[in-house]
Every structure is written in structure tokens, then in C-alpha cells.
């Protein structure tokens, strides 16, 4: 059973997560890569996802915090 607490726990972190989501989105916009070649450089650093699972990971806005780092560090060609 839901409770008040969890819908209002949900609530907040999806706020965070829709944050996170927007973070890499932006940071994609701002460099012109899409998923192709993001999923390019992630593998050029050791991750391995393709163009469509990391536009389903990012879209669905539930990924780890390490999982948003290599992305950042992998469009920032870091």
C-alpha cells in the first residue's frame, strides 16, 4: 500500500531526477552529440551502452550518480 510518505518521497526525487536528466540533455545541446555519439565516447572510456539504451536510461531519469559523471566527463572529452 502507498502512503502519503511515499507518494511525497517519490515526488521529491523525481524533481532531482528530472534535474539530472536535464543536466546531461543540456550538457549534449551545449556540445551538439547525440546518443550515437555519446555512446561513441563512453566506450572510448570503458562503458559500453548502446545509442538506444542510454536514451532510454536518460529519458526514463533513473540512473546513478557515477553513471551521470562518465557522461558529463565523456562529453566534455575529459
Do not use: P
Not at 7 to 22: D, I, P, S
Amino acid at each position: 500500500m502507498t502512503t502519503g510518505a511515499d507518494v511525497l518521497k517519490e515526488h521529491v526525487y523525481g524533481e532531482w531526477e528530472a534535474a539530472a536528466r536535464n543536466v546531461i540533455v543540456s550538457a549534449m545541446n551545449d556540445h551538439d552529440i547525440g546518443y550515437k555519439e555519446l555512446a561513441l565516447r563512453l566506450e572510448a572510456i570503458g562503458i559500453s551502452e548502446s545509442a538506444d539504451q542510454l536514451n532510454r536510461k536518460v529519458n526514463r531519469r533513473r540512473f546513478s550518480a557515477a553513471f551521470m559523471l562518465a557522461c558529463l566527463a565523456a562529453i566534455e572529452g575529459e
